[in-house]
């Protein structure tokens, strides 16, 4: 079974630090790997898509990188702004399901 | 492209009910996933369809839990006999199939928050 794992599980900081969201994976035959925002009470914003044949994908300020060999995936946000407050959420897609680990909680402070 | 859309956005019921979901996927995508999330957990799936076939519901959490997409376009999630620990964000989203060059991941709508009394 597919485990997923997020670190830090918290993470507070200073308007325009950049820093880096880790998540690491069990079973390294995946499909792709997907990175996701999620606000309080809402659903879910996909924010970048990793094939597994790419090593990485950006998105303006984001940019995921993905080792499947080790079995890990980070997500760099750079320039962070108070409007990216929310948790962040990695899934990876084993073949229809995406397993999700529990998310990282960020707060970008003025 | 109005996006994923589900109703109703919340729901109260009282134990023993039974209530259901639907879900409006995305016009052009043929896969349909049901997911469940609890307080500080990420997403669990539940099921999936692609087109009108259930292709996966052993992840269904019990026989309370049905899901039908009789046409192919929105689905249902029906739970019958509420319990207090259904209570959760119930999660759609959908996607296309057809392969790496066309697959653009999963979106996922607003979700339905069901509070069970």
């Known amino acids: 079974k597919q485990e997923v794992t997020q670190i830090p599980a918290a993470l507070s900081v200073p308007e325009g630090e950049n820093l880096v969201l880790n998540c690491s994976f069990t079973d390294s035959a995946i499909y792709n790997l997907q990175w996701f925002r999620q606000d309080p009470g809402k659903g879910l914003t996909s924010l970048l898509l990793?094939?597994?044949?790419?090593r990485e994908q950006t998105s303006g300020r984001l940019n995921a990188s993905l080792d499947k060999s080790s079995g890990r995936s980070t997500l760099y946000i750079a320039a962070s702004q108070p409007g990216d407050s929310a948790t962040y959420l990695c899934?990876?897609?084993?073949?229809?399901?995406?397993?999700f680990g529990k998310g990282t909680s960020l707060l970008v402070t003025p | 492209d109005t996006g994923v859309s589900q109703n109703p956005r919340h729901k109260i019921t009282k134990r023993g009910q039974n209530v259901t979901f639907r879900c409006d996927p995305i016009s052009e995508h043929n896969r349909l996933y049901w997911y469940r999330q609890t307080l500080g957990q990420g997403p669990e799936f539940l099921t999936y369809?692609?087109?009108?076939?259930?292709?996966?519901k052993s992840r269904l959490l019990s026989d309370r839990f049905s899901a039908e997409r009789p046409k192919g376009s929105f689905s249902t999630l029906e739970i019958q006999r509420t319990e207090q620990g259904d209570s959760a964000m119930y999660l759609c989203?959908?996607?296309?199939?057809?392969?790496?060059?066309?697959?653009?991941?999963?979106?996922f709508g607003p979700g339905t928050r069901l509070t069970v009394t």
């Open positions: 899934a990876v897609d084993s073949g229809y399901a995406l397993n």
């Open positions: 369809f692609q087109n009108e076939a259930q292709l996966e």
């Open positions: 990793i094939q597994s044949s790419q």
């Open positions: 989203a959908s996607s296309i199939t057809g392969g790496a060059l066309f697959y653009q991941g999963q979106y």
